[in-house]
T-cell receptor, first 114, second 113 residues
């Protein structure tokens, strides 16, 4: 079956540094990927839609200069959290749309900023 | 703005019990509704997807119903097992294609031996 992989699964970084999270579709091409964040005991909130070969579409309230999204190929989207702060600590999950409307989610990435 | 609410927030039941999880949404103009399972610290697994034109979907011990006009969906789990312990999320899709999934806050289910 289709698999979406995220890397790293967990990462700890210092305040002020940047960290990159990768989302890969392993056995299908995904022209569109989605990035969500989830705070403890809260639901998933859509951050942005990543479109291959074009700029990402950000949801209201999400800083595009802080959360850089690059979708350089049909199987890879990256989310870079720039100048990370402790309040950016969260669980980040990506999803990818296969042909048609089937959505597959990654395993998620835990980010802790210290 | 679409709001999705799930009740109860947490549920603990003995093994073998049948149970119902509830999901309500404020905007009935949806394309579909999905139920997901999330294990602690993990991603999401899609369980059932109901198109707006459908009333229910079944997969094994799971049955999901949709009443779009009243903004409600239920997930029925028959003969619950400890392996069913997880957080269950419902999500509505307003635009189709999974572009704008709005998630509920989830129901944390624990099935005890």
């Amino acid at each position: 079956g289709a698999v979406v992989s995220q890397h790293p699964s967990w990462v700890i970084c210092k305040s002020g540094t940047s960290v990159k999270i990768e989302c890969r579709s392993l056995d299908f091409q995904a022209t569109t990927m989605f990035w969500y964040r989830q705070f403890p005991k809260q639901s998933l909130m859509l951050m942005a839609t990543s479109n291959e070969g074009s700029k990402a579409t950000y949801e209201q309230g999400v800083e595009k200069d802080k959360f850089l999204i690059n979708h350089a190929s049909l199987t890879l989207s990256t989310l870079t959290v720039t100048s990370a702060h402790p309040e950016d600590s969260s669980f980040y999950i990506c999803s990818a749309r296969k042909s048609g409307n089937t959505i597959y989610f990654g395993e998620g990435s835990w980010l802790t900023v210290v | 703005k679409q709001e999705v609410t799930q009740i109860p927030a947490a549920l603990s039941v003995p093994e073998g019990e049948n149970l119902v999880l509830n999901c309500s949404f404020t905007d009935s103009a949806i394309y579909n509704l999905q139920w997901f399972r999330q294990d602690p610290g993990k991603g999401l697994t899609s369980l059932l997807l109901i198109q707006s034109s459908q009333r229910e979907q079944t997969s094994g011990r799971l049955n999901a119903s949709l009443d779009k006009s009243s903004g409600r969906s239920t997930l029925y789990i028959a003969a619950s097992q400890p392996g069913d312990s997880a957080t269950y999320l419902c999500a509505v899709d307003l635009t189709g294609g999974g572009n704008k999934l709005t998630f509920g806050t989830g129901t944390q289910l624990k099935v005890e031996l």
